[in-house]
């Protein structure tokens, strides 16, 4: 069974969503959903140590070789970005049955984890395959079920929310689309092995420019880079919590690895970094990005939107780091997708233990919430101190990755930027934790219970994982190096 | 107990730490609460003690914790001054418990948990300061000294607290992230080492103008050392209970700024080499500026403890500025000039908040006559501004001597002058205050008719604990004076620390 | 244009002739499938979703000029992509020499099947299929969150005669359509299984057969085809469909091959070939025939829920 | 060069129209249409490129020489499949929308939306 992992890492939630269907009791539905959420975990986790054993892993679906048929190839990369999603995954989903019965109505409980799964399959579908065409098809299932869940939050303007996100996505997949097919047309393949082997040939021509061009216009829409993000701070903010604690942490950083799977082993290092100025382009993007998201997100009150506007200015930094196009800079950019998704995932899992307690994410409702709450509010005050960077967080190693990046190439000037911008953090963070801990409770609120266990357990494994990632880095460094390494074709 | 060194070296930053969770734990008992933060600051002194002998013993002692990132490593090692700066710090943290039992139940202040929580988080990060063998390590304790205090400055909650927190914190916390990271980071990547060596990590023939631009990054960056423009933080976090200011402005955050300037100048960038930067001479001149200014300011100020506090930003600017002389006699004044000035300022903000707690008074000019009603406490203020000035019987004679001294042999005249210049100054604004306390009509007598409106004085003086602690810190500044001998030979061993020896 | 019935019917002309063109391009399947969608269902879908919100749009908000720019610059990049292109029906063109010989060359030999489209479709590249009908479930179970089924506070009889009256006038109407849906499924069922040979498969199939179904509820009434189709069934069986196709790879799985290698289905290859894509257009069947059903069912059913709610109200 | 690509542009000239309606219009149903004519128009572009002269439908059968190129149709069944599946989803988003907002104009949602703030 063994030699089949990548293909059940796939399958398994995969068909794990239609038995929901027949389940239909909720509770029983969430246990499976765990269940099923953790072995995929598990198998996860035997990929990483088999390709870390013993190299990259091909899996040729339907028993036909690769380019006529679909392959799976798992790298240290692909492995890294599966254990990541089914990571959180799994961490979420343990608060997943408290969190909903209070913002999802019952009825529509069975059809909530039947559509988390199929997000889950997604998303994994994308990172696992060797397919362009196969991406963009399971880029389909996550994106669809990703509508269909925003749009199950309380407030109206999820419906709203969501029906923009579902404009831009479909506007970006059908980029992906026909920059997808501008690559086949001049190669006649849509394996990615076989692409990166042929495009050579043909990347002088005019076509496979716009054809790089269309895809990664696609991707970054779905990444929400800067200036495409405007879709995402209403979907993260309308969606019910649990919805936006998965994908805070999880969906950006698909499109971060189509990103760099497309411009680094598709189209090839030479072609997207020296006949583009695709550098100067990201780095001014990534920065903008970093600087204009973190200045809108001082300005809101509503803590989910804050949060919201805090993700793509970390996406900012993600995409700095890849325009660096050194194996520093992408280490830092690995790191940091790992980091962030266990900095957004507290985060926003604590925000929902809030709105599950008080029933609004409003700043002023978090007035005297340290005292009222004070695991919960600790969870978010070093969920903040990660995101601002501070050592023995992760927040601090990937930060410090970057600078590393950056100063090898002399890029002193965006170095400084990069360190303004966790200053705006500070902000942000800051004006949370000052109404929390240093204003009295309202007068006249009737007094909040601390959130349940249910909450508490996954939102402190991913504070505690916080902490460990910080202090204990071997095996993040070790992993994104090596991924990076492997991308750069640099033996490690 | 028969604890190996390395054990008491661990136990001294470990212990504060576990102390936080005794004292949260025992949150609901005062009594208890206060008897374990006082029987950790003992067993702290104890260990900091041990490691003292084991050091005038010539014993290496060293621990390394665990390797973040490949070269990153989080150890611990005792050198000369860290160990100086360890004693007072641990000895002072002693004394102000003490003195925070009287002050925090006289002023009913509220949260008394947290504080002394906080307390304890600061005072094991100014140990992991004062041992840390390389910059990472400094740099982690760092980041949590100022983020302990945080809670501290805010203690009282009220918006004045809060502006003065974020204004802490802002400057503290940018300068640190924009200047001290980026001169870590450039520091590791031009040196490949971030461990303190004696004679620095820098190669003698490395690019000047890079080295110069380090040395900047760094002086601004410890925003903690307060110099100008950098200094905004100190008089805003002067909000805090007077416990806190005391200790953490006057003793442990302050000085864990100076403490890193000092060690960066000795073992980062060499007394050879730092003498050779362009910089220098621009950043002796602002810490001169800085010195001078800060004076000139707080002659103005009527809040006593505002005025301590620029006092304080212009004291810092004397041991900066004896640290980047680059020379012995500099590199002395200046650690010596951190124990005296600590016991200094210590005792004269102990005095400020027993003032306020004993006759409610926090301004100069409110405070004549108060010589005859709280005596035993303006006696303490005098001495210890004596201190401060530098003139003898108090400890701070010594300091103001090598620094003096350190100027004469670079021949930096101008700055010899802004010694001595800011030396009057501070006559000028530590002096009236005892004066007016004791003789409230010598200093007043162009306002007729004002000495009747002077109540009867009865002598009223601070709690008890607090007395004792003024007591014991005043003691201290006069003991400096007649036996400052185990200072000397600590700021001496500094330079002799093995492989030191050419630092001239 | 203000009228959204003329812009839906208009696309959905659109979505017929680009069948056309399709069937002039080779494509028979696509162009099946495009005018059963493109122009079948779809359009039906906007319909019905145009009675609920508003047959007309209301205020033209137009910022054409940022729009047109982007549009102009988006064009401008794909024709200039267009010029190194290999030219229309080039026989060397890079895509007609690399991968495809071996699916035309070799099909026979390797799957058995003569429409090459149902061989890759089904067989090489069938995983994609597997994630088409996951999307078309997706879809499926999206709408049903969206849009549930309200419940009517009255019984149902109240209903049924209401519908009853409604659908009565069109007597002729209903009588040979009574006669056309057989033939429709009988239809349905033909293109399902001759997709080996020629156009079809389960998807068409499936699009089929829902129509038949939508066509009779349209006639007789929702509630009637509820009753007929139980809802809960319909979603089974959506989910059936999915987990048939998921089984085979499972069971291809089981006996040693890789997932979805329909060789180890049987002892010979071709037959096994035959045998996996046979049970899964089945499921692709299944699962695209319920989706569209209960699609249709919860479009439509808002609808008269809606009404009924609103008359209850009234009344 | 004109005639062997011309039908190319007149594709891509058929896809700016979908994507303009997308980008342009406020009418959230438009926007649909819209968005079905740009897939639609990706749809051709793949079929053309599937062409080749003198070829038949790729069936199979005994005297034919040459076929199209039967992938890129697999890829279109596929893709028409997903369109549907997105337009369903964006359909009833829109009636939800209707219901809840009163109206399925762009401007007057976000109107909406403003004055809840």
């Known amino acids: 069974m063994l030699t089949h992992l990548p293909i059940l890492q796939v399958i398994v939630p995969l068909l794990a969503a239609p038995l929901c269907i027949f389940l239909r009791r909720p509770p029983l539905v969430w246990l499976f959903t765990l269940i099923v959420s953790s072995l995929a975990f598990v198998i996860s986790i035997l990929l990483l140590q088999q390709v870390m054993a013993s190299g990259t892993i091909v899996y040729e679906l339907g028993g036909w070789d690769a380019p006529w048929g679909i392959e799976y190839r798992i790298d240290a990369l692909n492995a890294f970005l599966l254990l990541i999603i089914t990571a959180i995954s799994t961490v979420v989903l343990l608060a997943a049955q408290t969190s909903i ?154 499109a971060i690895y189509l990103l760099i799977r497309f411009s680094f082993s598709v189209f090839g290092l030479s072609f997207s970094f020296t006949t583009l100025p695709l550098q100067i382009l990201f780095m001014v993007l990534g920065l903008s990005g970093i600087f204009v998201a973190s200045i809108a997100a001082i300005y809101q009150t509503n803590i989910k939107t804050l949060f919201a506007y805090s993700s793509i200015a970390q996406i900012g930094y993600m995409i700095v780091g890849f325009s660096v196009s050194t194996v520093t800079g992408l280490t830092a950019t690995l790191l940091h997708v790992f980091n962030h998704a266990l900095m957004k995932g507290a985060l926003f899992l604590a925000l929902g233990a809030v709105m599950y307690r008080i029933g609004s994410v409003q700043l002023s409702q978090f007035q005297g919430l340290g005292r009222q709450m004070p695991l919960t509010m600790a969870a978010i005050v070093i969920g903040g101190l990660s995101l601002i960077g501070v050592p023995l967080t992760v927040g601090f190693v990937s930060k410090w990755y970057l600078l590393m990046a950056l100063i090898e190439q002399g890029w002193w000037p965006v170095a400084v930027l990069i360190v303004l911008g966790s200053l705006l953090a500070v902000v942000y963070v800051w004006r949370l934790v000052e109404i929390a801990y240093f204003k009295p409770q309202l007068v006249g609120k009737e007094s909040v219970k601390e959130a349940p266990l249910s909450f508490l357990i996954p939102i402190w494994i991913l504070v505690m994982a916080n902490i460990y990632f910080g202090i204990d880095t071997r095996l993040s460094v070790q992993v994104a190096q090596a991924a990076a390494q492997s991308l750069f074709g640099v033996s490690p | 107990m ?34 374990v933060t006082i029987s950790t600051c003992l067993m702290l002194f104890y260990c900091v003690i041990n490691l003292y002998q084991g050091i005038i013993k010539g014993e290496e002692i060293s621990v390394f914790w665990w390797e973040l990132l490949p070269g990153l490593q989080v150890s611990f090692a005792i050198e000369p001054l860290g160990m100086l700066f360890a004693l007072i710090a641990s000895f002072l943290w002693l004394i102000t418990t003490i003195y925070a039992i009287g002050y ?170 730092l003498s050779v930067l362009p910089t220098t001479q621009f950043l002796l001149y602002l810490a001169g500026a800085s010195v001078l200014l800060a004076s000139i300011v707080a002659i103005r100020q009527d809040n006593l403890k505002a005025r301590l506090a620029y006092s304080t930003i212009s ?55 108060l010589g005859w009603q709280m005596p035993i406490t303006m006696a303490a203020f005098f001495i210890a501004s004596l201190s401060i000035i530098g003139v003898p019987p108090a400890g701070g004679t010594w300091s103001k001597w090598f620094l003096l001294m350190g100027t004469i042999e670079t021949e930096q005249w101008a ?90 | 244009m203000k009228d959204l019935v003329a ?105 058995g099947v003569p429409n090459i489209v149902t061989s890759v479709l089904a067989s090489y590249r069938g995983f994609d299929t597997f994630g088409e009908a996951v999307v078309i479930f997706t879809a499926g ?69 829902a129509a038949a179904i939508i066509l009779y509820a349209m006639l007789f009434g929702l509630e009637v085809a509820r009753r007929v189709i139980n809802q809960t069934f319909i979603q089974f069986a959506a989910a059936f469909g999915v987990l048939l196709y998921g089984s085979v790879g499972l069971v291809s799985l089981l006996n040693g091959g890789n997932f979805l290698d329909y060789s180890v289905l049987s002892a010979d290859p071709i037959a096994g070939q035959h045998l996996g894509i046979l049970l899964i257009e089945l499921g692709v069947g299944c699962t695209v025939t319920s989706v569209m059903v209960i699609i249709f069912f919860h479009f439509a059913g808002r609808k008269e829920d809606k009404q009924r709610m609103k008359e209850e109200e009234v009344g | 060069m004109l005639i062997g690509l011309y039908n190319y542009w007149i594709v891509v000239v058929l896809m700016m129209i979908g994507f303009y309606i997308v980008i342009a219009h406020g009418n959230l149903i438009k926007k649909i249409v819209g968005l079905t004519i740009f897939q639609t128009s990706v749809f051709i572009f793949y079929i053309s490129m599937a062409k080749v002269d003198g070829g038949t439908a790729p069936i199979l059968a005994d005297g034919i020489e040459r076929y199209s190129n039967p992938l890129p149709h697999v890829l279109i069944l596929t893709a028409i499949v997903v369109g549907i599946a997105t337009t369903a989803l964006a359909l009833a988003l829109t009636v939800r929308i209707k219901e809840a907002y009163g109206s399925i104009e762009e401007e007057h949602i976000q109107e909406k939306d403003n004055q809840a703030c």
């Open chain 2, 415 to 504: 700055l010899m002058m802004v010694l001595m210049i800011s030396s009057l100054l501070n006559i000028a604004y530590l002096l009236p205050i005892p004066i007016r306390a004791f003789f409230p009509n010598l200093l007043a007598n162009n306002e007729p008719g004002k000495e009747q409106a002077l109540p009867t004085f009865q002598i009223q003086e601070a709690p008890l604990p607090s007395l004792i602690a003024i007591c014991v810190t005043t003691l201290g500044c006069l003991i400096l004076f007649i036996y400052p001998q185990p200072l000397y030979e600590l700021s001496t061993a500094i330079l002799e620390y093995p492989g030191l020896a050419h630092g001239k």
């Open chain 1, 101 to 254: 019965s209070k913002e999802i109505p019952k009825e529509k409980h069975m059809l909530f984890y039947t559509l988390y799964l199929l997000s889950l399959t997604g998303m994994l579908g994308i990172v696992a395959t060797g397919d362009a065409f196969n991406v963009f098809v399971f880029l389909e299932i996550s994106s669809l079920s990703a509508y269909a869940l925003i749009a199950l939050g309380k407030d109206r303007r999820a419906l709203w929310a969501s029906f923009q996100y579902l404009i831009m996505g479909t506007i970006g997949a059908t980029f992906i689309l026909i920059g997808i097919g501008l690559m086949y047309q001049m190669t006649g393949t849509l394996n990615m092995e076989d692409l990166s082997t042929r495009l050579p040939e043909v990347a002088q021509t005019r076509t496979v420019f716009v054809s790089f061009a269309f895809v990664i216009v696609g991707i970054c829409l779905k990444l929400a880079l800067f200036p495409l993000h405007l879709w995402l701070p209403n979907a993260y903010t309308y969606a019910p919590s649990i919805v936006t604690a998965f994908f805070a942490a999880t969906a950006t950083k698909v």
């Open chain 2, 315 to 369: 004291q810092l600017g004397y041991v900066t500025i004896g640290a980047l002389l680059a020379t012995s006699s500099g590199v002395i004044g200046s650690s010596m000039h951190i124990a005296m000035h600590a016991f200094g300022k210590i005792t004269l903000f102990f005095c400020a908040g027993a003032i306020l707690v004993a006759a409610h008074k926090s301004k100069i000019s409110e405070m004549r006559g």
């Open chain 3, 7 to 111: 812009v839906v019917m208009l696309a959905g002309i659109y979505g017929l002739l680009s069948a056309c063109f399709f069937v002039a391009m080779d494509a028979v399947d696509v162009a099946f499938t495009e005018a059963s969608v493109g122009a079948g269902i779809s359009t039906l879908l906007m319909l019905v979703a145009i009675t609920m919100t508003g047959r007309s749009e209301q205020a033209a908000r137009h910022k054409p000029a940022l729009a047109f720019v982007v549009v102009v610059i988006t064009g401008g990049l794909l024709i200039y992509g267009t010029l190194d292109m290999p030219y229309f029906g080039a026989v060397d063109a890079p895509i007609q020499v690399h991968v495809a010989p071996r699916y035309i060359n070799d099909s026979m030999q390797e799957v």
């Open chain 2, 104 to 273: 925090m139940r006289n002023h009913n202040e509220v949260n008394q948990t947290r504080f002394y929580a906080c307390f304890a988080i600061a005072i094991s990060a100014v140990m992991g300061i004062a041992f840390s063998a390389n910059l990472f390590t400094l740099f982690i304790f760092y980041e949590v000294l100022t983020l302990s205090t945080y809670p501290l400055v805010t203690h009282a909650g009220t918006e004045d607290a809060k502006k003065g927190g974020r204004i802490y914190l802002g400057i503290l916390l940018s300068t640190s992230i924009v200047f001290l990271l980026l001169a870590i980071v450039s520091t590791w990547f031009v040196t490949g080492t971030l461990d303190f060596k004696p004679g620095g990590v820098f190669d003698p023939n490395v690019d000047k103008a890079v080295a110069s631009v380090i040395l900047l990054l760094f002086i601004f960056g410890i925003g903690k050392a307060a110099i100008m423009p950098f200094h905004r933080w100190l008089p805003a976090a002067m909000v805090a209970p007077t416990p806190v200011s005391s200790l953490l402005h006057a003793v442990a955050v302050v000085k864990a700024g100076v403490f890193t300037v000092l060690k960066v100048c000795v073992f980062i960038f060499g007394l050879d080499l």
């Open chain 2, 2 to 35: 028969n604890l190996s060194l390395e054990w008491m070296l661990q136990l001294s930053i470990i212990l504060p730490m576990l102390a936080t969770l005794a004292i949260v734990a025992t949150g609901r008992n005062p009594n208890l609460r206060e008897a």
């Open chain 3, 141 to 209: 179970i999206g709408v049903l969150t969206l849009l549930p089924v309200l419940r009517s506070r009255k019984g149902d009889d109240a209903v049924e005669s209401l519908n009853d009256s409604m659908h009565e006038q069109h007597l002729i109407v209903r009588i040979v359509t009574k006669i056309l849906i057989p033939l429709i499924l009988l239809f349905a069922l033909y293109v399902q299984f001759h997709g080996d040979f020629g156009p079809g498969g389960g998807f068409q199939a499936g699009v089929i057969f």
